[in-house]
């Protein structure tokens, strides 16, 4: 399967700092995710983005297909932005189904 | 929408006991996934039913077993649970088995002891 490597393992920011997480994939994909896991557990979608840029909020996102990466930027960090954050690709077979395979998660830490 | 929901939230159990747990959408999709997350790692796909009427197995399906009851309900069960099985269990859906955003319930935290 995909491998998929996200780094760092562990941030700890200061609230108000700019970040930047990274996630590597070892093969071509059709799909990428990032996910915020927050402190609850409860898993929330951050962006669906397999190629290109976007932005929601303090959050953004940019992927480059061609050379296997994606980057999530948080900017001004907040507490709320603590937890940790999932990157997940999916390579689909022809005439098959498409399975998500996640990295294993930049645990992320803002203090006041 | 509510969403992705499941049922229940917790639970412990003993060795060798059964129990179903529930996952309901709606949404209206059409595909369905179960994971489960242990500490410091990300989720891995137990069984996924890309449409209703249709299930297959994912990364770790060894000790469970799912139905896909209808197209907004797909129930995963642990036959006769071991230890190995403590996890949290995520439940997912998307509208096509191939596309858009997987969109992923509360979770149920189980622990067998």
């Known amino acids: 399967g995909i491998q998929v490597e996200q780094s760092p393992p562990d941030l700890i920011l200061q609230e108000g700092a700019n970040s930047t997480l990274r996630c590597n994939f070892s093969d071509s994909v059709n799909n990428l995710q990032w996910f915020h896991q927050n402190p609850w557990g409860q898993l929330i979608n951050l962006f669906y983005?397999?190629?290109g840029t976007k932005q929601n909020g303090r959050l953004s996102a940019t992927t480059v297909a061609t050379e296997r990466y994606s980057l999530l930027y948080i900017s001004s960090s907040q507490t709320t932005d603590s937890g940790v954050y999932f990157c997940?690709?999916?390579?689909?077979?022809?005439?098959?189904?498409?399975?998500?395979?996640f990295g294993a998660g930049t645990q992320v830490v803002v203090t006041p | 929408n509510a969403g992705v929901t499941q049922t229940p939230k917790f639970q412990v159990l003993k060795t060798g006991q059964s129990m179903t747990l529930q996952c309901a959408q709606d949404m209206n999709h059409n595909s369905m996934y179960w994971y489960r997350q242990d500490p410091g790692m990300g989720l891995r796909l137990i069984y996924y039913?890309?449409?209703?009427?249709?299930?297959d197995k994912g990364e770790v399906p060894n000790g469970y077993n799912v139905s896909r009851l209808n197209k907004r309900e797909f129930s995963l069960r642990l036959e006769s649970a071991a230890p190995s099985q403590t996890s949290v269990y995520f439940c997912a859906s998307r509208r096509n088995r191939n596309t858009d955003t997987q969109y992923f319930g509360p979770g149920t935290r189980l622990t067998v002891l």
């Open positions: 039913s890309a449409s209703e009427g249709t299930t």
């Open positions: 983005i397999p190629s």
């Open positions: 997940a690709v999916e390579r689909i077979p022809a005439d098959s189904w498409g399975k998500l395979q």
